[in-house]
């Protein structure tokens, strides 16, 4: 199994900054892909940014150049800097690893709890 813990979220203004940072613990062989989605109030929970194991991202168009997804492989962590938060941005920002564990010896989709990201305007 693994487990994925999110930390750093919280209250901020708009225009602030929020840095969010997701370690992943476990019976891990390897990591893969690993992203941040993120769930509004009263909306399905949308794809925010991924980052592959060597380092390529993807980031849905509303946070280009304000959000930056970036990973420690040797740490099994990601972060996602936030820069210039709208109030369109809060919502519970949920960390998902596709990774590999000695059991089973295949990859899969694993998700943490969540941490909620609210940003006043």
């Known amino acids: 199994q693994v487990q994925l813990v999110e930390s750093g979220g919280g209250l901020v203004q708009t225009g602030g900054s929020l840095r969010l940072s997701c370690a992943a613990s476990g019976s891990i062989v390897s990591i893969n892909d690993m992203g941040w989605y993120r769930q509004a109030p009263g909306k399905q929970r949308e794809l925010v940014a991924t980052?592959?194991?060597?380092?390529?991202?993807n980031y849905v168009d509303s946070v280009k150049g304000r959000f930056t997804i970036s990973r420690d492989n040797a740490k099994n962590t990601v972060y996602l800097q936030m820069n210039s938060l709208k109030p369109e941005d809060t919502g519970v920002y949920y960390c998902k690893a596709n990774a590999m564990t000695i059991v089973p010896p295949i990859p899969m989709d694993y998700w943490g709890k969540g941490i909620l990201v609210t940003v006043s305007s």
């Open positions: 980052i592959t194991r060597g380092g390529s991202t």
